[in-house]
């Protein structure tokens, strides 16, 4: 799957009459089982977010597809199959704050799915949503208070149960802890697991944090500049991470034992503008093991071991 935008010119490029995109996505694949979660890492402008909002139909994809249970989700279904798969495909995002309407109540936010659906009499809908707030931790009187009158942990809840009431399969996950306190992150992400388990739902989990990762994720995928540079179960992930970009990664994550040295990858330079790609390995200009071939040929995401894929030519079995 891929996903270009139009960047803006310059005067220059509009003398010129060139015209520039920024590739947000650049050949992402893959596969998210039932009942697992993925967890979709990387730096702030790799495309993470842009692949969510794919997935979630909030963008159409320049070239690809995404199919879910079978079904392209962007071509060949009708409008009533696309309404059918928003049911099944839900988002909590990362300000849980902005994502809630100031001017209505609580019970009419999480309603608000059902009556798009047009799904139940008010009497069930507000029972429904009454159920979900039980379910997600939250105490009945909420259904009447407005989203300013709680707490940024209270207002998360009340985003999930909102992604919770229409039974979804998959919800798309966004740094949904990233904006809360450290002593609610834990909370919410044992009551993700909990109702993950109670509602049998597939997440797509994207976070910033690596050991939020490594405790929410069966798998992770590691994107790097709109494409993914390795992919592989959690476990083997951080005990055995391949490419170099994962490593610094890895490395970045504080260690809670001061008396513990750990040997650090280095990194050099920032990280390239996705307007003006380096040729080869996108990696390849802060890459501490770059090579000749790196800067020339790019690199494909190959399985170096049993469901472990990793774009870097340290492990190219056909150089």
């Known amino acids: 799957m891929t996903k270009q935008f139009p960047a803006a010119r310059s005067i220059s490029d509009f003398l010129a009459g060139k015209r520039r995109t920024v590739r947000a996505v650049d050949g992402v694949s893959f596969t998210i089982r039932r009942g697992d979660t993925l967890g979709l890492v990387?730096?702030?402008?790799?495309?993470?977010?842009?692949?969510?909002k794919i997935i979630l139909g909030m963008y159409r994809p320049t070239s690809g597809s995404v199919r879910f249970e079978g079904h392209d989700l962007h071509k060949g279904t009708s409008r009533a199959d696309r309404r059918t798969v928003r049911r099944d495909i839900q988002a909590v995002f990362q300000d849980p704050a902005a994502s809630l309407d100031p001017r209505m109540k609580i019970g009419q936010i999480i309603e608000e799915p059902l009556v798009i659906h047009d799904q139940g009499t008010p009497a069930n809908r507000r029972?429904?949503?009454?159920?979900?707030?039980q379910a997600v931790g939250l105490k009945r009187e909420t259904y009447s208070r407005y989203a300013h009158e709680l707490s940024g942990g209270q207002q998360q809840r009340v985003a999930i149960a909102r992604a919770l009431i229409l039974k979804p399969k998959l919800i798309v996950l966004d740094e949904p802890v990233s904006a809360l306190d450290m002593s609610v992150r834990a909370q919410v992400l044992n009551l993700l697991q909990d109702i993950q388990?109670?509602?049998?739902?597939?997440?797509?989990?994207?976070?910033?944090?690596?050991?939020?990762?490594?405790?929410?994720c069966h798998n992770i995928a590691v994107m790097y500049l709109g494409r993914i540079v390795e992919i592989c179960e959690t476990q083997e992930l951080f005990e055995n991470p391949l490419h170099p970009y994962t490593?610094?990664?890895?490395?970045?994550?504080p260690i809670p034992d001061p008396t513990k040295i750990r040997e650090r990858v280095p990194l050099s330079g920032s990280i390239p503008s996705p307007m003006n790609l380096p040729?080869?390995?996108?990696?390849?200009?802060r890459c501490p093991f770059v090579m000749d071939v790196c800067s020339k040929v790019d690199p494909v995401l190959q399985e170096v071991s049993k469901g472990h894929f990793?774009?870097?030519?340290?492990?190219?079995?056909?150089?």
């Open 279 to 285: 040729t080869g390995c996108r990696f390849h200009t």
């Open 310 to 319: 990793v774009a870097c030519h340290l492990y190219d079995t056909k150089r």
């Open 247 to 253: 490593k610094a990664l890895l490395d970045a994550v």
């Open 197 to 216: 388990a109670s509602f049998d739902l597939t997440y797509l989990f994207i976070a910033h944090d690596l050991s939020v990762v490594r405790y929410m």
């Open 127 to 133: 029972e429904t949503a009454l159920g979900i707030l």
């Open 42 to 52: 990387g730096e702030s402008g790799c495309g993470k977010t842009t692949t969510a």
